[in-house]
């Protein structure tokens, strides 16, 4: 042990002999005895009740809250996957093919209306009918409508036919449009690849195929009832959703809820759904108010004669609050906030009041040589001497 941890040691040991030699506070008239400022009632065994001064409510951070009755809202939470109805899925396809000079689609999970261009394709094979076109313009019928024919079947628009027609350039590439409005499921192509003819873009899904579905341990949400669909990634987005349908087939995990997102959802990302269940009526304190000592659960009930331990029942918590089941009554007040100070005083058994001092403890320098593993500073071992 070193000359410095010795000193340490014996500082330590000098501060405690001198606050055993201290007398304790005195206690004011109709306190608690050895507790200044915490008032018990007159004759009371510390189950009369405990009436703490303002002065001593304050410092303890001691409130009093009502009795609440009516219903509580606990939170709920379940994990939810997105897919959809693969029947309901539609392929956007390129008809001849060429190279994707630019992809257009949106992300996956993102809406689409009908006629929105996908895609920009350079087709050599289109380009080379709309030369046709343009050439067949300058001929005359009726080589002038079997050329346009031919350009409406292989998948050129009216529009770029008509442009031709009526003297304009023939152009480099060629939209890829939505032919009808969906959400996107997929996107395959990528910008710069060739596409085979019938070549895939883009899968697009009817808004009402895309599926959410939770798994729900307890009771299930009710149909019409409002939830959120929270992105269990990092944006943690929320979306707003309903219950639709509460499925018959349940699993060893729980029901299986369904529910329909107010706003596109993205198919594969992980999801939680959140809501908030009401409770039927009952009677509600603040959580702060409830001591659970794990043997015991009380609150203290204010009463004419102070703050009284009441033994309860507690039910489920909602927020900041928690059900009472059994134990109190709509209309009494608890101590909040401070209840567990409350609490400890009720387990500290009376101290005999007295004005006396306790007498101050003294060791002599050869009984403190004797503890193990105490070691005599040089200065107090010469004074021992």
Do not use: H
């Not at 969906?182 to 895309?210: H, Q, T, Y």
């Not at 193990?372 to 021992?384: E, L």
């Amino acid at each position: 042990m070193t000359r410095t941890s010795n000193r340490t040691q014996w500082v330590l040991l000098a501060v405690l002999l001198a606050g055993c030699g201290k007398p304790p506070a005195p206690a004011g008239p109709g306190d608690m005895p050895g507790m200044p400022g915490m008032a018990a009632s007159a004759g009371s065994d510390n189950t009369g009740g405990i009436k703490p001064s303002a002065a001593a409510a304050a410092i303890m951070g001691l409130t009093v809250a009502p009795v609440r009755a009516g219903v509580g809202q606990v939170p709920r939470r379940a994990p939810a996957s997105v897919t959809f109805d693969p029947t309901a899925s539609v392929r956007v396809t390129s008809q001849s093919g060429g190279q994707i000079r630019s992809l257009t689609v949106p992300a996956q999970g993102e809406p689409v209306t009908r006629g929105q261009v996908l895609a920009l394709l350079y087709d050599p094979g289109q380009r080379a009918i709309l030369e046709e076109v343009r050439v067949a313009q300058t001929l005359g019928e009726p080589w002038r409508s079997a050329a346009a024919s031919r350009a409406r079947a292989s998948g050129i628009s009216e529009a770029q036919i008509r442009a031709v027609l009526d003297g304009g350039a023939v152009p480099d590439t060629f939209p890829v449009r939505a032919p009808t409005s969906g959400i996107v499921s997929s996107r395959p192509a990528s910008e710069g690849a060739w596409l085979a003819p019938g070549g895939v873009v883009a899968i697009l899904v009817d808004p009402d195929a895309v599926l959410v579905d939770l798994v729900v341990d307890g009771a299930p949400p009710s149909p019409g009832a409002a939830l959120a669909l929270r992105d269990a990634g990092a944006d943690g987005v929320r979306t707003a959703a309903t219950v639709t349908a509460v499925l018959p087939e349940a699993t060893a995990a729980g029901v299986r809820v369904r529910v329909k997102p107010l706003r596109p959802v993205t198919p594969g990302r992980p999801l939680v759904a959140e809501w908030m269940d009401v409770t039927p009526p009952s009677l509600w304190v603040p959580s702060s108010a409830l001591v659970d000592t794990g043997t015991r659960r009380v609150v203290f009930v204010q009463t004419e004669t102070g703050f009284v331990p009441r033994a309860v029942e507690p039910g489920v918590r909602a927020g900041d609050e928690i059900e009472i089941l059994a134990g109190l009554a709509a209309g009494e007040s608890v101590a909040s906030g401070a209840a567990f100070l409350l609490d400890s005083e009720t387990q500290i058994a009376p101290v005999t009041p007295g004005p006396a001092a306790a007498p101050a403890m003294s060791m002599s320098a050869e009984e403190m040589k004797a503890m193990p593993g105490m070691t005599m500073p040089p200065a107090a071992a010469g004074s021992a001497r």
